[in-house]
């Protein structure tokens, strides 16, 4: 028989209560299975490279735990623990209501199955690491947002991610495919936006140009701008980035891209102050939706936050590793 999962031998705890967090963690997982027979204190020991009484006292206080009970002259086997919770840690980078959408239904979808804990790394791959350094060992699952600021070197929060358990990360809301093994519910940023502005492409073709307005304090995912950018190149379209807004800035032709509610509300302030029409002088596409954008009639393109949330939960449920590409759409209406 071999072991699920290698266990981790870093971080500051004792050798042996690793070796206890590794194993309880697999039973409250389900990745031991109730009755099963654990490996022998000299297998663990030569396959590990571990001291006999290491594995040993690790099998004492699982004992002492509850966890497995000893059979004289056939082994350890695993008794496993009675509804036990599964412990999340989600790591977001800021909260929003669409990030309270997706702590919901994470939260609703694993019901008393499930304990989830939050903690904001606020684009700070020093933040997640000092979050991930407590509290490693003590969750079954860490559920993290990797959007981090964008002068931040790629290695430095891959290093930190790498701290974690494949098995226990699951990315949320972006894939990053050097990390390797882990799941991820995600959006591809570049080539949703790319697909969704090919989808109103008739719509589009009476506007010279799209600008995006894209607040350099606000750290949106920069594959935004990619996706914008190699759709105008193909359309023959001029494509702006602008870091503010200005109503004294509207110009007639123009397809708007709002990421914030403020720049929505300003943008829409503007076009009425102006009297350009809205849909034919001026187009305006907003990111995510809400209830009020549907009541003015504003074009979006969004997620499905409430899906995102409710797939990662299911990953947990379900002790499955997968890498989802979550739904993606555009919704038309008049603004555009």
Known sequence: METKEKT?????????????????????????????????????????????????????????????????GKGYFVIGKPDVRIKVLLLFNKLSSYKKTVYDTIVRTLGDKGKVDLHIHHYNPTLLEESIDANLGSYHYYVVMPHFFDYINEQEYLNVLKKIPTDQLILLDKDLPKLKKQSAVFQDFRNDIYGALNVVIDLIAKYKRLTIIYPLDRHHPPEIKDGLFQFCKENNKKFEVVTSFKIDDLKKGTVYIALTENDLADLIKGVRISGYELGKDLGIISFNETVFKELLDITVITTDFEEMGRKTAELMLENKAAVIKNAFKIIIRKSL
């Open 8 to 72: 981790n031998y870093h971080g500051m705890k004792s050798l042996v209560q690793q070796i206890v967090d590794s194993i309880s963690k697999d039973i409250d997982k389900g990745v031991y299975r109730k009755n099963e027979k654990l490996l022998s204190i000299n297998t663990y020991s030569k396959q590990y490279g571990v001291a006999r009484d290491t594995i040993e006292k690790a099998y004492t206080m699982l004992k002492q735990d509850g966890y497995i009970h000893s059979v004289s």
